[in-house]
T-cell receptor, first 109, second 114 residues
Framework: GQNIDQPTEMTATEGAIVQINCTYQ??????LFWYQQHAGEAPTFLSY????GLEEKGRFSSFLSRSKGYSYLLLKELQMKDSASYLC??????????FGPGTRLSVLP | EADIYQTPRYLVIGTGKKITLECSQT?????MYWYQQDPGMELHLIHY???????EKGDLSSESTVSRIRTEHFPLTLESARPSHTSQYLC?????????????FGDGTRLSIL
């Protein structure tokens, strides 16, 4: 079967650093994607990992370990506008995406 | 700036009506998808297409149908709407065969069946 796990909710303070974890078990692996989704809006693409290691993009970084079926999204210098759901998605066999349940992040002043 | 468009954004309609949710993209993507998402819940794939005249059912059983007569257009139809169809429907597209390319999502249609 296919399964992606993420924490349901996280809370952090403005200016802090937060790490959102994702573990996955999927049939086939063709990359892991992180999306941001504000309430009532469409998901928007944040990052992509297919090889082990860290990918950095400004305040956002994403890490992948294929042997452990594990990824994390790291958000630095948190801002109030970062309050959103963060979706982990794996591109598996057949090139379809399997989405995790999302982690709802609340950034407090 | 959106390159994938969904209409309507919101629809409130009575039980038994036939509904078509529209989705169009201007990026020339071959692959298109429909997802269903309840508030605060995960996305569930209900239909996808590899290109013109290709339609496949997704992981979540759905009473809806889709068609793909043109590359840019992927409408979803409910023949007889029921309250259980109340949800948000998201359309997405991606390049075929490029593993590092993400999906691009439309703004969604929030559907309420009375």
């Amino acid at each position: 079967g296919q399964n992606i796990d993420q924490p349901t909710e996280m809370t952090a303070t403005e200016g802090a650093i937060v790490q959102i974890n994702c573990t996955y078990q999927t049939s086939g692996f063709n990359g892991l994607f992180w999306y941001q989704q504000h309430a009532g809006e469409a998901p928007t693409f944040l990052s992509y990992n297919v090889l082990d290691g860290l990918e950095e993009k400004g305040r956002f970084s994403s890490f992948l370990s294929r042997s452990k079926g594990y990824s994390y999204l790291l958000l630095k210098e948190l801002q109030m506008k970062d309050s959103a759901s963060y979706l982990c998605a794996v591109r598996g066999d057949g090139q379809n995406f399997v989405f995790g349940p999302g982690t709802r992040l609340s950034v407090l002043p | 700036e959106a390159d994938i468009y969904q209409t309507p954004r919101y629809l409130v309609i009575g039980t038994g009506k036939k509904i078509t949710l529209e989705c169009s993209q201007t990026m020339g993507h071959d692959k298109m998808y429909w997802y269903q998402q309840d508030p605060g819940m995960e996305l569930h794939l209900i239909h996808y297409s590899y290109g013109v005249n290709s339609t496949e059912k997704g992981d979540l059983s759905s009473e809806s149908t889709v068609s793909r007569i043109r590359t840019e257009h992927f409408p979803l139809t409910l023949e007889s709407a029921r309250p259980s169809h109340t949800s948000q429907y998201l359309c997405a597209s991606s390049e075929l065969g490029s593993s590092n390319q993400p999906q691009h999502f439309g703004d969604g249609t929030r559907l309420s069946i009375l």
